[in-house]
C-alpha cells in the first residue's frame, strides 16, 4: 500500500526505448501526422465557427442589431468561463460600435442561468436582442417568456442538451444532435470566440481582425483552463497560442493581476492559469460579485488589488470551512463507530460559492464521496465531490432526485437543491443508498503513472523533453514518472504549518532533491533506512542564476 494508499496504475511499461514515445503513446500520439500535429499544430487547425449549429443565423441577427442601434444585453454565467466568453463578445460588439450591455448573475442572490425576472427587466430596459454565454440551453420557460415579450435570444453554451430546446433565435451549442462541428469539447468562452470571430469576417478590415484575434486568445484561455477542457485537438491550438498572447502583455488587465501576485509573466503556464489566476478571477463570483473580474479584462486595472484580496479572503474563508467539515465528518464517525461511505456535512453559515470546494477536499482527505450543503431557509444548496471510480450524480438520481427542485453533474461532481422539508427523508435515503451501492472497490484512488525512469535519466535533459509536450492539462496532464528502490534522507517538514516535506533522495548513487506538497502529516511514516518507489513530477528549479532538478513527489511505497 502507498502512502496515501492508491493503486499506483503505470500506463507504459517502458524498459528501454525512447522516453518522449512512451509519453506520446499514453496520450494517444502515435503515427507520424499525429505526431507533427501534436508540437507543430497552429491556428490553421482551428475549425471553422459557421460549422456550429446556427452560428450564421446568430451573425446576420447580430449584424442586422449593430447596424440598427438596437439595445443588445450579453448575459453569463458567474464563473471563469462564462466570464470570459461575456469579456469576449462585449469587448467585440463594443469596438464595431454596437449598443451593448452586460449582467452576470450574483452567485448566491440569483444563482446559475436566466431567470424570468431577468427577462421582465431586460424588457423594461428596452433591449431587443439577448446574448447568453455558458448557459441558456436548458432556460426554456425563461426564454419562452422572452419572446413572449419580444426579445430574440441567441444562446452560446455548451452544457448538455435536455429532451426539450428552448425556442431561441439561435441556438449555438456544439453539442446539439443536428451539429456538424467536428470537435464538441468546447466552453463557453471558447464558443464567445468562434462568434467574434466569425462576426469579425463581416465587421472588421482583414489586417485589423487578424491582430485583434490573436489578442483576445489570452483571455479564451482563461476559459478553457479554467473550466477543466481537454488539451487536445483546437483545445491545445489555442491554449498554445493563448499563453503566447498572455505572456506578451496583450491584456492589460491580466498583466496586472499577475503582477498584484507576484508572478512572472514571462513564465506563465497553465498551471500559473489554473492555481494562481483562474482562483483569483473566481475568487470574484464566490466572495462578492463576478462584475469585478470582468472589469479587470475589459481594462480596469484597480481590480487587479481587489481581486488579489478577495482571493486572500477566499482562501482564509475556506480554510475555517474546511475545520468546521473535517470537525462534523470525525465527530460523526466517533459516535457511529465507523467512517460511513458517503459523507454529508452542512451548515447555514456556509457561502454556496466556497461548497465545492470543501466538498473537494473533503472526497479527496477521506476518498469517498461528499456532499456539502448550505442550509438556506426553504432549502438546501448542495455541490457534490465522487471519489475513486464511483458514478455519483447517477446515484443521487436514482436515490434522491424526486426530492429535489433541481439536480445535475456529471460522473465526479454535481449538485442539487433540495427543500428543506425533505431533509430527513434525504438523509435517510442517502444512508441506506450508499450502504447498498457504495463498494469497496468503488473507493479505490488510482495513481496513474506514465512510466518508470532509470536513476541516469534523473537529469535537466530529461525535464526539456517533459517540456516539450506543454501545454498540461486535462486530456494532457504533466508527465507522472516513477523511479524504484530509492532512499529518502533528512525529512524537514517546511511550509507555515509544517504541511509540506522536502528531502533530498538518493537513487543510483546520486542525490536530488524533492518536495512533497501536502505530505507533512506521513513525516512520521517514513524511515530513512528504507527502500521506497517514489512517483513524482519533475521541474528545473531556478535559484541565484543556479538551474537544478527538483522531484515533486506525489507518493511513496516501500519497495518489493
Known amino acids: 500500500m502507498s502512502l496515501l494508499g492508491k493503486k499506483w496504475v503505470i500506463r507504459h511499461e517502458r524498459r528501454e526505448g525512447v522516453l518522449l514515445d512512451a509519453l506520446l503513446a499514453n496520450r494517444e500520439v502515435t503515427g507520424a501526422e499525429e505526431r507533427r500535429l501534436f508540437f507543430e ?16 443565423r446568430a451573425v446576420k441577427r447580430i449584424k442586422e442589431a449593430v447596424a440598427t442601434q438596437e439595445s443588445i444585453m450579453v448575459f453569463g454565467d458567474y464563473d471563469i468561463d462564462g466570464i470570459t466568453g461575456t469579456a469576449l463578445i462585449y469587448d467585440f460588439l463594443k469596438k464595431v460600435g454596437a449598443n451593448v450591455h452586460t449582467t452576470l448573475p450574483h452567485r448566491e442572490e440569483n ?44 444562446v452560446t453554451d455548451h452544457h448538455s442538451i435536455p429532451d426539450v430546446l428552448p425556442t431561441a433565435f439561435a441556438l449555438i451549442n456544439p453539442h446539439r444532435k443536428d451539429s456538424k462541428y467536428p470537435f464538441p469539447d468546447i466552453c463557453g468562452s471558447t464558443i464567445a470566440y ?25 483571455v479564451v484561455t482563461l476559459g478553457i483552463i479554467g473550466d477543466c477542457m481537454p488539451l487536445v485537438d483546437e483545445n491545445r491550438v489555442l491554449v498554445k497560442y493563448g499563453l503566447m498572447s498572455l505572456r506578451d502583455g496583450h491584456n492589460p488587465g491580466l498583466v496586472a493581476l499577475l503582477e498584484v501576485a507576484g508572478l512572472d509573466i514571462e513564465k506563465t503556464t497553465s498551471f500559473t492559469i489554473g492555481f494562481q489566476i483562474g482562483p483569483r478571477l473566481n475568487a470574484a463570483g464566490r466572495m462578492d460579485k463576478p462584475d469585478h473580474a470582468l472589469e479587470l479584462i475589459l481594462g480596469n486595472l484597480d481590480k487587479a488589488e481587489v481581486l488579489n484580496q478577495l482571493n486572500k479572503l477566499r482562501q482564509e474563508t475556506v480554510k475555517g470551512y474546511l475545520e468546521e467539515a473535517v470537525a462534523m465528518v470525525e465527530r460523526e464517525s466517533a459516535s457511529s463507530g465507523f467512517l460511513p461511505p458517503l459523507l454529508v456535512v452542512w451548515s447555514k453559515d456556509w457561502k454556496a460559492g466556497l461548497i465545492g470546494l470543501i466538498a473537494a477536499h473533503l472526497a479527496e482527505t477521506y476518498n469517498r464521496p461528499a456532499i456539502v450543503m448550505q442550509e438556506r431557509e426553504e432549502e438546501l444548496v448542495a455541490s457534490c465531490r465522487s471519489a475513486g471510480d464511483f458514478d455519483l450524480t447517477s446515484f443521487l438520481r436514482q436515490t434522491i432526485g424526486a426530492l429535489c427542485t433541481s439536480l445535475g453533474g456529471h460522473k465526479m461532481a454535481g449538485g442539487f437543491t433540495l427543500p428543506k422539508k425533505h431533509l430527513e427523508t434525504f438523509v435517510s435515503r442517502i444512508q441506506a443508498g450508499a ?10 484512488d488510482e495513481l496513474s503513472i506514465d512510466c518508470e525512469l532509470e536513476p541516469h535519466e534523473l537529469t535537466l535533459a530529461t525535464c526539456v523533453v517533459m517540456k516539450q509536450l506543454e501545454p498540461f492539462g486535462q486530456g494532457n496532464p504533466e508527465p507522472t514518472l516513477m523511479i524504484r528502490n530509492a532512499r529518502i534522507l533528512e525529512v524537514r517538514p517546511v511550509g507555515k504549518t509544517g504541511e509540506h516535506l522536502q528531502f533530498p533522495v538518493e537513487c543510483g548513487g546520486l542525490r536530488h532533491s524533492a518536495i512533497a506538497f501536502r505530505l507533512g502529516q506521513h513525516a512520521d511514516k517514513i524511515d530513512p533506512k528504507a527502500r521506497y518507489d517514489i512517483a513524482f513530477t519533475m521541474e528545473v528549479n531556478e535559484w541565484n542564476g543556479q538551474r537544478k532538478l527538483q522531484l515533486k513527489v506525489l507518493d511513496l511505497k516501500p519497495s518489493a
Open 435 to 444: 450502504k447498498k451501492h457504495i463498494k469497496k472497490d468503488d473507493l479505490v
Open 194 to 218: 468562434k462568434l467574434v470571430t466569425a462576426l469579425s469576417r463581416e465587421l472588421m478590415e482583414a489586417g485589423e481582425r487578424k491582430d485583434y484575434l490573436m489578442k483576445q486568445l489570452s
Open 111 to 154: 444563482g446559475y442561468g436566466l431567470k424570468d425576472y431577468f427577462i421582465r427587466q431586460f424588457h423594461a430596459d428596452g433591449v431587443k436582442l439577448l446574448i447568453t454565454v455558458d448557459c441558456g440551453t436548458s432556460n426554456v420557460a425563461e426564454i419562452a417568456l422572452a419572446r413572449e415579450l419580444g426579445l430574440e435570444v441567441i
Open 41 to 56: 499544430g497552429d491556428l490553421r487547425l482551428v475549425h471553422d465557427p459557421l460549422l456550429l449549429p446556427d452560428m450564421e
